[in-house]
């Protein structure tokens, strides 16, 4: 078994992590381990890698994984985290938006989906939240009737990673 104390850096942050993931890839001596987006912070937690590496994580407290983090790197490999993509929903505030309802759409949207709690991300000007149902694309439909002219929803799958700070709820 091997143990992972820490996060090395992430192949997306760091051009010398890249290179090196790039080169380790062409060997074939990287590997993956897949946690879900809510076992990315939980810092101890037993997993199998893609390639069936046993694998602890006893990370410092407060550790959030992220996709692309770095766990393991010798000379003949690397271990790194792939969060499991889940089904979301993404809504788009069309170009068509006049004046008067500048602030009103955007407003709106954001009340209406921090009323039910829900960690987002932010991409332009399109929003992407987490959802448990397929009902629920139908749920936020029916809230969003009166704007629709102005919105595009729609449900997809993708590696979820929220902003900073929307997760957090407390009353």
Request: hydrophobic share 40%; glycine share 6%.
């Amino acid at each position: 078994m091997i143990t992972a104390s820490s996060v090395l850096g992430n192949v997306s942050s760091s051009r010398e992590l890249k290179r090196k993931y790039d080169e380790m890839n062409a060997k074939k001596a990287c590997e993956t381990i897949t946690v879900s987006r809510l076992e990315s912070g939980r810092v101890r937690m037993r997993k199998t890698s893609d390639k069936g590496s046993d694998i602890a994580l006893i990370l410092p407290p407060g550790t959030k994984l992220r996709q692309g983090d770095v766990l393991v790197m010798t000379e003949d490999k690397m271990v790194v985290i792939g969060i499991q993509p889940e089904d979301v929903i993404g809504i788009e505030i069309k170009s068509n938006i006049h004046a008067d309802d500048l602030i009103k759409v955007p407003v709106k949207v954001g009340h209406t989906i921090g009323n039910l709690h829900r960690p987002v991300k932010l991409d332009g000007n399109k929003v992407f939240f987490p959802i448990q149902a397929d009902t629920e694309l139908d749920m936020f439909i029916k809230l969003f009737r009166p704007m629709m002219e102005h919105l595009e929803i729609w449900k997809t799958k993708m590696v979820f990673e929220p902003e900073d700070g929307t997760e957090i709820h407390e009353h």
